[in-house]
């Protein structure tokens, strides 16, 4: 879909053609021109800034600055002093006055990444900002009035989050007014290729390289089976990755799903009570999530350990995993972890 504004502003491109995105392009179209909030829902990686920025300059305040900020990387106090601004000597070390985000965004669009974050306090004061457009600066009296709209973003479930008592309804309600859905990229398998080819390109010219290659029969399978859990932003690493590791002017066959994987790479230490608590790779997955992608993710990465381990022969790696020689060859079929080269793979 072009870009109806003219090049110079900061959108960058959306590439994708599957029903599911061209129908949120379409939503998004449609909720740019309204002078409401939007919430923007999606799993990590999967664009949600990318439809912020489309929000702010399909909107009558493309003119004016859209303004960013994560909530999740600041403490309660920081966050406050960072919407809202602070007064000359509103606390130890605030030696000047500091524009808020809010100020800073007036007549453009605010973009809160990782809403859920917030503190009940402070989405106290941000409702506020939003419904009357008044907040007064950190140690300041005299109230402020901008002109904002607020597109907040989040991967977590905000109904939850208020059925859980850490989330305000009502600032819910008032952000909901409509609420756009960036499905995952394992929902749009279409679109995997023209995006990794679009990312192999850039990578190739930055580079230095005179031309992108192209990607054997193996890889694409491999690229359109696996299941994404970091969406667009791991096919970008992954894609990159897999580009750099390959000589230039040659086809990419092989994809680094997982950087570290090596035969060298040392053994995680286990501590004593270790089995009394939750394995360290099963606590670093955050709820909620998609136990089959989880699950197929961990099948992935133990199989590539066991084919490093073993030096790509199929034949002794299958037993590093328990299987035997066919059970590996589904598990490489099922993920697409099948080389095209057809010799020398039987047992
Ligand atoms: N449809 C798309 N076309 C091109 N690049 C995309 C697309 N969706 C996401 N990206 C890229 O993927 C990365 C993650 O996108 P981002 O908007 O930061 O995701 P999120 O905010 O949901 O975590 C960025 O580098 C972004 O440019
Ligand atoms: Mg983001």
Redesign the pocket.
Known sequence: MPDPRPSGTET?????ESTA?LDLLEHTSRVAAVNKPVLVI??????????AARLHYLSSRWEAPLVKLNCATLTEALLETELFGHEAGAFTGASRRHIGRFEQAHGGTLFL?ELATVSLRVQEKILRAVEYGQFERVGGSETLSVDVRIVG?T?GDLPAAVRAGTFRADLLDRLAFDVLT?PPLRARTG?VMQ?AE?FAVNISRELGRDLFAGFSESARAALVRYPWPG???EL?NVVERSVHRTPADEPVDTIVFDPFASAFRPAVETAPDAEQGTPPEQASIRLPCDIKTELARLEIDLVQRALVEARHNQVEAAPLLGLGYHQLRALLRKHGMVKSRRRREGP
């Open positions: 960058t491109a959306m590439l994708g995105f999606g799993e990590r990686g999967t664009g949600k800034e990318l439809i990444d973003a991967n960036v679109d995006l679009h969406n667009v932003r970008k």
